[in-house]
């Protein structure tokens, strides 16, 4: 088991650090109070690659493993969540569903232009009164000659209105049937019947565009239809293994952030007659932060090794989603809690964090279901079996090169 980075890993580590120094971290606090999505880092992702930085070159990527992946959200999350959240939905609830299920039309229409960056894929699947509990959306698509209608509304879902293809999840048969009805679309957004609106309000990742889709008798041409009817759920699944990775991984990232900024505070901040960082409750709180960061980054690469080697990997992505995002969670409130008053206060970057760390311990999969399904898969009530279809082993994808 080798735990070092190679060469091209720490290039583009420092690549990402960079980026986030020079452009997000000094423009951050005024975007979030003012809550406005920054395209223009979008387009610098872009032209560095980092859009499809897993996807094969063959399809627009970098050609890079998906632990490359893990580096860049730790990155981006160190900066903030806002945009390893845009690359979480873009590459790896989209593109990387893509790459897995599309057909080779598919790949050459949709994923080239996404991993190179040229357009923005975005993901349908939670609703209203849909969480976990999939099987109850309301979506329906119905089969019309060439085409299927698709009506239904999609709620919480990031880049709303700035992507441009979505992969939307809808029930193609009986409801009571659940799980086994329920198919998968790439939907365009300047088809007729689609629109979109973003949500206000939200308590944290105030940079990030977020909301709401509708559907009203939108008209999918059934060659956008992604894998087979009825293998919706199974594909939402295989993504979501994706996107929790990202997660998990930019859970790492925050996770450093709050200790970074709490170090420095620790510095510069004196009572008693001395630094704070010399009194023993400040250091049990850093000293969670550094176990939960070191914990956090072992779980996150372990997953993304099995990607690499193109096995099923649910269990063990669930873990370092929960613990991951816990761990940040934790340590972005006992930042501000080092911080003391001036934590509660935008002056430093520390309340930011404890407001983003919260959506990623609810979004793709609570707290609570990832507990629920790690005591399953513990007593033996839960085993997953290979799917059909994977997610290319690295090795598999240089082959591509």
Partial sequence: MNFEFTSEQNLLRNTVRGL??????????????????DPAIWKQLADLGLMGVCIPEQYGGSGMDYNALAIVCEELERGDTTFRTAVSVHTGLNSM??????TEEQKQKYLVP???????????LTEPGAGSDVAAMQTTAVKNGDHY?????????????????FLVFAYTGDKAEKHKAISAFIVDRTWEGFSSKA????????????????????KVPKENLLGQEGEGFKIAMAALDNGRFTVAAGAV?????????????????????????KHQLVQQMIAKMEAGYQMSRLLVYRAGELKNQGKRNTRETSLAKWQACDFANQAA????????????????????????????????GTREIHTVMQAEYALGYREDKALNK????????????
């Fill in 149 to 165: 209608v698709l009506n239904g509304q999609k709620t919480w879902i990031s880049l709303c209105d700035v992507a441009d293809y």
């Fill in 333 to 364: 409130d006992d930042a501000v809690q080092i911080h003391g008053a001036y934590g509660f206060s935008d002056e430093y970057p520390v309340e930011r964090y404890l407001r983003n760390s919260k959506a990623p311990v609810i979004y793709e």
């Fill in 97 to 102: 569903t893509l790459l897995q299920w599309g």
């Fill in 253 to 277: 990232g925050q996770i450093m952030a709050c200790m970074e900024a709490s170090i420095a505070y620790c510095h510069e901040r004196a009572t008693f007659g001395k630094e704070i960082g």
């Fill in 390 to 401: 994977m997610l290319p082993a690295w090795e598999e994808a240089l082959q591509y090169n």
């Fill in 20 to 37: 986030v120094d020079k452009e997000i971290m000094p423009n951050i606090g005024e975007w979030d109070r003012a809550g406005k999505f």
């Fill in 199 to 218: 949500i206000k309000g939200k308590m944290g990742i105030r940079a990030g565009n977020t909301g709401e889709l509708f559907f009203e008798d939108v």
């Fill in 114 to 124: 996404q991993a190179k960056g040229e357009k923005i894929g975005a993901f349908g």
